[in-house]
C-alpha cells in the first residue's frame, strides 16, 4: 500500500520558489506521479547507490525567473528535504538523507554534494559566513562555495538541534546540553 507523499514549498528572495515531495522506502513511482513538466529534470539519485530506486525518494522542483529546474533526490532513511538559498554564492543548498548537494539556483547545475556518515539535521547560512553549516547527527561541518570542507568538528553526543544565535552556533546535544561553537571557525565559543 503506497501512502500520499508529503510536501512541502518555500519562497526565497529574488523570485525562486521550492516545492518538494517526498515518501518512503520504494514510494518514488508516487513522489514522481505529479512531476511538473518544463525545464530540467535530473536524477540525482546514484548519488547515493546502486539500490537508490528503492529507498526513500524526494523531488525538488524550484521555478526561479530563468525558468523551472527540478531534482530527484534519495536517502536510505526517510526523511524531510530541506533547503537554503546562498544568494552570495547563487545556490540553493538542499538536505536530505545523509548527502547534502549544492545546486547552482538558477539552472539546477549540481556544483558539489557532501556526504556525512550520519543524518544530516539542518543547513544554516549566514551573508557574514565565507560557508555553509551542514550540522549532522555526530558533526559539524563547514562547506566552502566549492564544495571543500573548510572545518569539521566531530561530537560526543548526538545533535538534535542547531541554530545561529548571536554570532555563535548553538547545538543541543540528545541529552539537552547545550554548546557554543564560533561558525567563522567551529573552535569552541565561550561566553
Request: net charge negative.
Amino acid at each position: 500500500m503506497t501512502s500520499e507523499p508529503s510536501h512541502a514549498a518555500v519562497d526565497y528572495p529574488g523570485g525562486i520558489h521550492v516545492r518538494s515531495r517526498w515518501a518512503g522506502s520504494g514510494e518514488g513511482p508516487a513522489v514522481f506521479a505529479l512531476s511538473e513538466s518544463g525545464g530540467s529534470l535530473t536524477d540525482h539519485g546514484s548519488v547515493v547507490g546502486a539500490s537508490y530506486e528503492r529507498m526513500c525518494r524526494a523531488e525538488v522542483r524550484v521555478e526561479t525567473p530563468a525558468g523551472p529546474w527540478t531534482a530527484r533526490l534519495a536517502s536510505p532513511v526517510f526523511d524531510e528535504p530541506a533547503a537554503l538559498l546562498w544568494d552570495s554564492e547563487g545556490l540553493l543548498v538542499v538536505k536530505y538523507g545523509f548527502v547534502t548537494y549544492g545546486f547552482e539556483a538558477r539552472t539546477g547545475g549540481l556544483r558539489w554534494t557532501h556526504r556525512s556518515g550520519t543524518p544530516v539535521t539542518v543547513v544554516l547560512g549566514s551573508s557574514r559566513l565565507p560557508h555553509v553549516i551542514v550540522q549532522a547527527e555526530i558533526e559539524t561541518f563547514a562547506i566552502a562555495p566549492d564544495g571543500e570542507v573548510a572545518w569539521r568538528v566531530a561530537h560526543s553526543d548526538v545533535v538534535t538541534d542547531a541554530e545561529l544565535v548571536g554570532g555563535r552556533l548553538i547545538l543541543t546535544s540528545y541529552s539537552g546540553q547545550l554548546s557554543a561553537l564560533d561558525p567563522r571557525t567551529g573552535s569552541s565559543a565561550q561566553g
